[in-house]
């Protein structure tokens, strides 16, 4: 039955985020370059994926370097998003998070305690201010950044138009950008979504794309490649 299968990934949810969350918080005082700490939030997301019992298929992470901070950029359909960046993509890995998240007891401790990112999406000015605290972070601690650069969770499973503002990140980091496609999260678990479909998920790690050479001039020539190449991985998983 969907219910008892339902109470049985929250059951998960609840356990894991209490005891690695626990863990964060304790260790974060000790690990303020972020590199140990990381491990928490990975094995959080395996254990939630694990409880959903969907298959997952993880292509081309022969492509990035063992060791070396990245830029991910992914589509994003679903809340299973998340858990599949924190779990496959390699390094520690961070996000931005909108600012209310880390006002809920304990969750939010939890996102301070890991080294997420708040965003104040009240004007732009502030949304700059947490760029550039992104990139500060990067450059301070041994840390990657996932982004979602259509800003929003998409109704219908389609790549939607991506943010500029984003790629100011990609930018100023000088950071290796690397295009993420998730193809079948939408389909197990649309947004508002009560229930789970057990279909196949597959994430297709892209090859990265160096922006050491580029400036604030070639910003919108890379946010096509970027969507250019999501896009064509997603093509690509669906064959």
């Not at 969907?54 to 063992?66: A, D, N, S, V």
């Not at 589509?75 to 006002?103: C, Q, Y």
């Amino acid at each position: 039955m969907k219910w008892l299968r339902m109470a049985w990934i929250y059951f998960h949810v609840a356990a894991a985020t209490t005891i690695f969350g626990s863990l964060t918080m304790l260790t974060a005082p000790f690990d303020r370059s972020k590199r140990f700490i990381g491990w928490h939030p990975r094995l959080w997301a395996r254990w939630i994926l694990w409880s959903t019992g969907l298959p997952i298929i993880i292509r081309g992470k022969e492509l990035l370097q063992k060791g070396r901070q990245y830029i991910y950029m992914s589509n994003h359909s679903s809340a299973l998003d998340i858990p599949l960046a924190l779990a496959v993509l390699p390094g520690t890995v961070v996000f931005m998070a909108k600012k209310e998240l880390f006002r809920i007891l304990f969750f939010g401790w939890s996102m301070w305690a890991a080294g997420y990112i708040p965003v104040d999406r009240s004007n732009a000015f502030k949304a700059r201010q947490s760029m550039d605290r992104a990139l500060k972070a990067m450059k301070t601690k041994a840390i990657s950044l996932i982004l979602y650069p259509e800003g929003t969770r998409t109704d219908d499973g389609r790549l939607l138009p991506f943010k500029r503002g984003v790629f100011h990140i990609a930018l100023h980091s000088r950071l290796p950008l690397v295009p993420v496609a998730v193809h079948g999260s939408f389909e197990a678990m649309p947004p508002n979504a009560m229930s789970l479909t057990h279909t196949p998920i597959q994430v297709t790690i892209g090859q990265p794309i160096e922006t050491k050479a580029l400036t604030d001039k070639d910003c919108t020539q890379l946010l096509k490649d970027a969507h250019d190449r999501i896009q064509s991985l997603l093509d690509s998983s669906s064959t």
